[in-house]
């Protein structure tokens, strides 16, 4: 596989030419790295499933260059999408709304809506650009497991299947984006980049989605953005189990313990570096062949609900 400078503009022609041509590449967002196809072409779509390993009922996100893609995409972008696009894109908020009926089944797993977003990053945006296309694209990690927020996640895990990775560093949000579906009432199918209270302001409560209940969003899975160690969140006066490798994700600050590895999120105590950390931070944990991971809990505001949420996740369902 090629992995080339996303900073290169020859290399964002490369990508979008491969795009173009069918293929499959490899790019950075300011939330987590995408694996991308033409949204129009079910066949380079059906190869970002079998590369991830994701099934079907999954569906994935269009990523547009421009507000404007939307009417290609949807039909009916009411007032209140309008404003939440002004206020939040080009940024991590994904919306889910009506598709027109040229967006292949594929792409939405034959539901009647489409989940569209614009990313910020200007890597993500020179290729949508370039592709001449908009771009279907998962986080580029294999199904169920950690986002990738650099290259080296990537090549470890994906790597060699695809057909070109552009490296632009360090994601800088490091949480997928927010999910929202406007209809019929705004919905929080995961909580991600944006916070929700920051959409609250803006258009009055949200939902929040019933477990368990089509659609699908990948919060709807009992266990995903999960790291090969087992991970556990620790509870209030928990005992720190004896015998074990066992590797600390703490929030603030070490805690006393025997553990074999820590890592701190965020020293200052701030949500939104924690997020751009926690991936990295796994992952890293997830390198040193422990028994256990566990993790703090972090204050669910902010940033906070959506790393708590992708911690549920890893963590799966418990037994009680
Ligand atoms: O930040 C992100 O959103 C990243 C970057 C690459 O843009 N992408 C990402 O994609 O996280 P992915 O596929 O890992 O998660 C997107 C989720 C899907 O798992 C799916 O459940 C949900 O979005 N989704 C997609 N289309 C949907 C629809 N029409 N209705 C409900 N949920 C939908
Ligand atoms: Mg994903």
């Keep these: 596989m090629k992995v080339l400078k996303g900073q290169d503009p020859s290399a964002i022609k490369e990508a979008g030419r491969i795009i173009r041509e069918g293929g499959i590449v490899v790019f950075p967002t300011e939330t987590v790295y995408g694996l991308g196809a033409d949204a129009f072409n079910p066949q380079a779509v059906a190869r970002v499933f079998e590369v991830k390993k994701r099934p079907f009922f999954d569906p994935l996100i269009v990523h547009v260059k421009d507000p404007k893609d939307l009417e290609e ?33 594929i792409v939405t797993s034959g539901l009647k809506t489409v989940a569209v977003r614009m990313p910020s990053h200007p890597i993500a945006l020179s290729l949508i650009r370039e592709s001449q296309t908009f771009i279907a694209a998962p986080s580029a990690n294999s199904f169920g497991k950690l986002s990738p927020t650099r290259v080296e996640h990537v090549l470890r895990d994906i790597g060699d299947k695809v057909d070109l990775i552009l490296d632009g560093g360090p994601c800088e949000v490091g949480v997928e984006s927010t999910i929202l579906a406007l209809y019929p009432r705004p919905t929080l199918l995961r909580p991600g980049g944006i916070p929700r209270e920051e959409i609250e ?24 953005y999960s790291p090969h160690t087992p991970l556990r969140i620790i509870r209030e006066g928990e005992k720190i189990p004896e015998g074990l490798k066992i ?47 566990l993790a703090e809990p972090l204050p669910e505001e902010g940033l906070g609900l959506a790393i708590m949420d992708r911690l549920r996740k890893a963590e799966g369902e418990r037994e009680a």
């Design 73 to 105: 995409l949807c039909e009916g972008v009411d007032q209140r999408a309008k404003k939440l696009i002004e206020r939040f894109w080009p940024g991590p908020l994904t919306l889910v709304l009506p598709k027109k009926d040229k967006v292949p089944d």
């Design 201 to 224: 302001r803006l258009i009055g409560k949200l939902e929040s989605h019933p477990s368990r209940e089509k659609p699908l969003a990948p919060g709807e899975l009992p266990k995903h």
């Design 247 to 293: 590797g600390l994700l703490a929030f603030k600050r070490p805690r006393e313990g025997p553990f074999w590895a820590v890592e701190v999120l965020s020293e200052k105590g701030d949500l939104r570096e924690a997020a751009s950390r926690f991936f990295e931070a796994l992952h890293r944990l997830d390198q040193l062949g422990l028994d256990l991971i």
